[in-house]
């Protein structure tokens, strides 16, 4: 179907970009990558008055060193760059896998992380791997900025906390542990397909034990969820099939996915269980972590 | 509302200009107002892979991506690829090993074979099918189409093509 017809401006600043959210208040659609809203456009799901596109403020497009080992990622930043990044690959090889599984490759040549994050589709990636790793979101808005953890940010299925009048435009992740390790499993249909579920886990490993475990898990609610207590049944002990079926167990109880078209809650609770266990598998023996410490 | 954009971009090579509405995607663009009707449209909202073309070498949707958001940008269509007696190489692949059968997916086919090239996507094919998800075929099986894209990529063809 064709899109509602929409006014346009393309703002070459985040004040201008602001500036245009505020004049057009409520009524406003900010356009990144357009891979998610565009579809929504040509559905008629959505019926803005204005679209605001903010792909041309450059100042918005980089992957900067932060204190620590950390990364700042400007909002903009394409699916595609961010998968190949050197340093996300080097510090953050999780988020580099995870985005593999992010659509296809026309889809992350234009999609961005600030998109995907905003939109919040309660099955994509981008939000679990923000869950996890502990990002802080900048939101910026004409009366100033203000930093959010991504546990915080995820309200409900495409809901967050972002105000209408304000852009997202910053995501920093701190530093992972040294020697981390890490899991990542998904479930779709078909090849870049939203998952039905997802897993995620990193952890660190010292004498036959866990430590710093985190888990996270998308696809089971309208929102992803950390897993705390399935995480500290972890720490201090070896991965093995004994504490795996502990933390499976804790999962299971943490979650209540919704049947629906692809498939049951119940479903969606027995594989949940199984890719948590696979990634957990997976963190326990991938060898080495990349996340900056020297082997 | 309703206000028209007035947009330049390079396509194919040759320079654009147009007013278009704000709503109109580039695939339609394509199509209606430069009558470039090898884009083809199957889902219109970003499954199928058919209309894919490329924005400043990147594959994109066309039909997920505003006209006026290509304003300035240098777009690839199939038509800027070989012509029906001068086969581009990777076209040529496509002919030799017959991976086409209707060919309404076979743009967005070419023109994400093209992406790949570029971007060095290693000649396997797993890396290839994985390339290619995005892109649906119901003739083929697919199987020679990842033929004649490994085989392309294998070659390391030094292609004209991409440059529009």
Known sequence: MKPPAFDYVRPTSVGAALAALAEHAGD?????????????????LLAPA?????????????????????????????????????????????????????AHLAIRNRGTIGGSLCHADPAAELPMMAVLLDATLTLTGQSGVRRIAAADFFQGALTTALAQDELLTEVALPALPPRTSWGFHEFSRRAGDFALAAATATLTASDRRAA???????????????????????????????????????????????????????????????????????????????????? | MNRTVTIGLTVNGNPVERAVEPRLHLADFLREELHLTGTHIG?????????????????????????????????????????????????????????????FCTPGMLMTALDMIRKQIPPTQAAVRDALSGNLCRCTGYQFIVDAVVAVLAANVDTKEGDG
């Not at chain 1, 090889?93 to 593999?100: G, N, Y």
């Not at chain 1, 089971?220 to 995480?231: F, Q, V, Y």
Request: aromatic letters at 4%.
């Open chain 2, 43 to 103: 889902c219109e909202h970003g499954v199928c892979g058919a209309c894919t073309v490329l924005m400043n070498g990147d594959s994109v949707r066309a039909c997920l991506t505003f006209a006026v958001q290509a304003d300035g940008a240098e777009i690839t269509t199939v038509e800027g690829l070989g012509r029906v007696d001068d086969l581009s190489p990777l076209q040529q692949a496509f002919r030799e090993h017959h991976a086409l059968q209707c060919g």
């Open chain 1, 212 to 295: 710093d475990v985190r888990l996270a898990v998308t696809g089971i609610g309208e929102t992803p969820l950390r897993l705390a207590a399935a995480e500290a049944a972890l720490d201090g002990r070896p991965v093995d099939a004994e504490s795996i079926a502990d933390a499976v167990a804790l999962v299971r109880a943490a979650i209540h996915p919704m049947d629906d078209l692809h498939g049951s809650g119940d479903y969606r609770r027995h594989l949940v269980g199984g890719l948590v266990a696979r990634a957990l598998e997976d963190a326990w023996r991938r060898p080495r972590a990349q996340s900056g410490e020297p082997t």
């Open chain 1, 50 to 102: 204005v679209l605001v596109d903010i792909n041309g403020i450059a100042e918005l497009d980089y992957i900067r060193d932060d204190a620590g080992g950390g990364l700042r990622i400007g909002a903009l930043t394409r699916h595609h760059r961010l998968m190949t990044a050197p340093a996300v690959c080097d510090r953050f090889p999780v988020l580099a896998e995870a985005m593999r599984h992010v």
């Open chain 1, 28 to 44: 406003a659609k900010v356009i990144a990558g357009g891979q998610s809203l565009a579809p929504m456009l040509n559905f008629r």
